[in-house]
Protein backbone atom coordinates (compact mmCIF):
# COMPACT_ATOMS: atom_id res chain seq x y z
CA UNK A 1 0.00 0.00 0.00
CA UNK A 2 0.97 3.50 -1.25
CA UNK A 3 -0.13 6.91 0.27
CA UNK A 4 0.96 10.11 -1.82
CA UNK A 5 0.03 13.29 -0.02
CA UNK A 6 0.28 16.71 -2.23
CA UNK A 7 0.87 20.08 -0.79
CA UNK A 8 1.80 23.36 -2.10
CA UNK A 9 -1.32 24.50 -4.05
CA UNK A 10 -2.87 27.89 -4.30
CA UNK A 11 -3.97 31.10 -5.98
CA UNK A 12 -1.91 33.00 -7.83
CA UNK A 13 -1.97 35.79 -10.46
CA UNK A 14 -0.98 35.34 -14.40
CA UNK A 15 3.21 34.55 -14.50
CA UNK A 16 3.83 34.11 -11.19
CA UNK A 17 5.56 30.63 -9.75
CA UNK A 18 4.22 28.17 -7.78
CA UNK A 19 6.27 24.77 -6.71
CA UNK A 20 3.80 21.60 -5.95
CA UNK A 21 5.20 18.43 -3.36
CA UNK A 22 4.21 15.07 -3.26
CA UNK A 23 5.83 13.14 -0.70
CA UNK A 24 4.81 9.34 -0.68
CA UNK A 25 5.21 6.17 2.10
CA UNK A 26 5.15 2.95 1.47
CA UNK A 27 6.11 0.54 -1.49
CA UNK A 28 9.86 1.35 -2.61
CA UNK A 29 9.60 5.40 -4.55
CA UNK A 30 13.16 4.89 -5.64
CA UNK A 31 12.84 2.68 -8.86
CA UNK A 32 9.34 3.84 -9.38
CA UNK A 33 8.59 5.96 -12.18
CA UNK A 34 6.41 9.32 -10.95
CA UNK A 35 4.04 11.84 -12.43
CA UNK A 36 1.95 14.50 -12.25
CA UNK A 37 -1.46 14.92 -13.38
CA UNK A 38 -4.35 17.56 -13.77
CA UNK A 39 -7.74 18.02 -13.87
CA UNK A 40 -9.91 21.12 -15.01
CA UNK A 41 -13.52 21.24 -14.34
CA UNK A 42 -15.44 19.46 -17.46
CA UNK A 43 -12.07 18.43 -18.88
CA UNK A 44 -9.99 15.06 -18.99
CA UNK A 45 -7.57 14.07 -16.67
CA UNK A 46 -4.02 15.05 -18.49
CA UNK A 47 -0.62 13.98 -18.02
CA UNK A 48 1.41 16.99 -17.10
CA UNK A 49 4.92 15.49 -16.31
CA UNK A 50 6.56 12.50 -15.38
CA UNK A 51 9.88 11.30 -14.15
CA UNK A 52 12.12 7.57 -13.85
CA UNK A 53 13.89 6.00 -11.46
CA UNK A 54 16.98 7.34 -12.64
CA UNK A 55 15.80 11.25 -13.49
CA UNK A 56 14.46 10.82 -16.93
CA UNK A 57 11.70 13.66 -17.33
CA UNK A 58 8.52 13.94 -19.70
CA UNK A 59 6.36 17.21 -20.42
CA UNK A 60 3.25 17.63 -21.84
CA UNK A 61 3.38 20.43 -24.94
CA UNK A 62 1.33 22.52 -23.34
CA UNK A 63 3.79 22.79 -20.47
CA UNK A 64 7.02 22.12 -21.93
CA UNK A 65 9.45 25.50 -21.25
CA UNK A 66 7.63 26.25 -17.90
CA UNK A 67 7.37 23.31 -15.55
CA UNK A 68 10.06 21.28 -14.29
CA UNK A 69 9.43 17.81 -12.64
CA UNK A 70 12.09 16.31 -10.49
CA UNK A 71 12.46 13.84 -7.18
CA UNK A 72 14.40 13.57 -4.14
CA UNK A 73 14.53 9.95 -3.39
CA UNK A 74 16.02 10.59 0.02
CA UNK A 75 12.62 12.07 0.81
CA UNK A 76 10.32 10.38 -1.20
CA UNK A 77 9.20 13.35 -2.70
CA UNK A 78 8.44 14.97 -6.31
CA UNK A 79 8.06 18.33 -6.99
CA UNK A 80 6.57 20.09 -9.79
CA UNK A 81 8.38 23.72 -10.40
CA UNK A 82 5.42 25.87 -12.42
CA UNK A 83 6.94 28.75 -13.77
CA UNK A 84 5.06 31.78 -15.98
CA UNK A 85 1.69 30.11 -14.50
CA UNK A 86 -1.44 30.81 -17.12
CA UNK A 87 -4.88 31.12 -16.39
CA UNK A 88 -5.28 27.95 -18.20
CA UNK A 89 -3.13 25.70 -16.30
CA UNK A 90 -6.05 25.95 -13.21
CA UNK A 91 -6.86 22.96 -12.31
CA UNK A 92 -6.61 20.42 -9.44
CA UNK A 93 -3.51 19.13 -9.59
CA UNK A 94 -2.66 15.32 -8.99
CA UNK A 95 0.22 12.63 -7.84
CA UNK A 96 0.54 9.37 -9.73
CA UNK A 97 3.23 6.66 -8.97
CA UNK A 98 3.15 3.49 -10.92
CA UNK A 99 4.17 0.38 -9.70
CA UNK A 100 4.24 -2.38 -11.57
CA UNK A 101 0.71 -4.04 -10.51
CA UNK A 102 -0.42 -1.28 -8.83
CA UNK A 103 -1.33 2.82 -9.52
CA UNK A 104 -1.60 4.75 -7.04
CA UNK A 105 -2.98 9.00 -6.83
CA UNK A 106 -3.09 11.80 -4.21
CA UNK A 107 -6.01 13.50 -2.98
CA UNK A 108 -5.46 16.25 -5.47
CA UNK A 109 -4.10 20.16 -4.34
CA UNK A 110 -5.97 23.23 -6.11
CA UNK A 111 -3.92 25.20 -8.15
CA UNK A 112 -5.88 28.40 -9.42
CA UNK A 113 -4.57 31.15 -12.08
CA UNK A 114 -6.15 34.41 -11.95
CA UNK A 115 -5.96 38.09 -12.34
Known amino acids: QVQLVESGGGLVQPGESLRLSCAAS????????MGWYRQAPGKQRDLVAD???????NYADFVKGRFTISRDNVKSTVYLQMNSLKSEDTAVYYC?????????WGQGTQVTVSS
Open 96 to 104: NYRGVFNEY
Open 51 to 57: ITSDGRT
Open 26 to 33: GGIFSITK
